[in-house]
């Protein structure tokens, strides 16, 4: 191979990660700014169902606007199909059980938090719902497009897989910065680890997609719209023995998904059925 071979093989590498990094970071740049803008003009007006509908159409539609032009957008851009979000036969399945994984997650120590007497019952609302399920829909398919669709896979380009989920997830934690405390960071830390894991195993965002919306809702149901609820206690999750409990069940959780991810890995012609 010659010089002239070598440098236009540099050439051409050099300008298809380039046109990959700015394609992501066009759509990230839009789908971020457009959620927040949008979010800094709604207001959530507890008891008006017909307020509480505009915001949750409005939160949804965005959210599914960046979901359905991801692939075409980055196709357009790149010149090559961004398969990771793609529209087919497994999308619904693997957003299901990153569900059910997030609601194992987050439900369960919940659950035996409630029956401690830990936690209050919560005083869910049709609007409380149908908000939760709209806010942590767009949080999951915005941040999921940001995480796992760009910054992953520009680390996963340079750096060993385990350093780049450990690197994403640090990431991820320091930017949910708000007020939590060192075991509250740890417990975003691993929730991270565990989307980084499930996009692993399903080469898919679909299943991370999942598991984020999940996790979101209850956090949304248990911390914030009880509270618009005239005497209705929250629930935290903040300190002491909730959030041991709930670090120790993410932390099983996450072993478990790293397993099915090694067993993938030790088994590379092996297909997943469901993930």
């Not at 093989?9 to 970071?25: C, D, N, Q």
């Not at 809702?217 to 248990?222: G, K």
């Not at 911390?223 to 069940?249: C, D, K, M």
Request: charged fraction near 10%; glycine fraction near 6%; proline fraction near 4%.
């Amino acid at each position: 191979m010659t010089s002239k071979d070598t440098f236009t093989r540099i050439a051409g590498f050099a300008g298809s990660l380039t046109r990959w990094i700015v394609a992501r970071i066009a759509f990230a740049f839009i789908t971020l700014v457009g959620m927040v803008a949008l979010n800094s003009n709604l207001h959530i007006t507890a008891g008006a169902f017909a307020e509480d509908y505009k915001v949750a159409a409005v939160k949804l539609g965005w959210a599914l606007l960046a979901l359905f032009l991801y692939k075409p957008f980055l196709t357009l851009c790149d010149g090559k199909a961004a398969e990771e979000l793609s529209m087919d036969r497994l999308s619904f399945p693997r957003f299901a059980a990153g569900t059910a994984i997030a609601l194992m997650m987050l439900a369960l120590p919940v659950l035996v938090l409630v029956m401690l007497g830990r936690a209050p019952m919560l005083y869910a609302t049709p609007n409380s719902l149908m908000l939760a399920t709209a806010i942590a829909l767009q949080a999951a398919i915005i941040e999921e497009i940001i995480f796992r669709g760009f910054l992953l896979q520009l680390l996963l380009k340079f750096l060993h897989p385990i350093l780049a989920a450990l690197l994403v997830a640090l990431i991820f934690a320091a930017s949910h910065l708000d007020g939590r405390g060192s075991i509250g960071l740890l417990s975003v830390f691993l929730a991270g680890l565990t989307m980084t894991a499930a996009f692993f195993v399903s080469r898919s965002l679909w299943l991370p997609i999942g598991i984020h919306f999940g996790w979101d809702f209850v956090i949304f149901v248990m911390q914030y719209f009880p509270a618009v609820i005239p005497n209705s206690p929250r629930a935290s999750l903040a300190s002491g023995i909730e959030a041991t409990v709930l670090v120790g069940v993410e932390t099983i959780v996450l072993a478990a998904v790293v397993t099915v991810v090694a067993w993938n890995a030790m088994k590379p012609n092996r297909q997943a059925k469901l993930v």
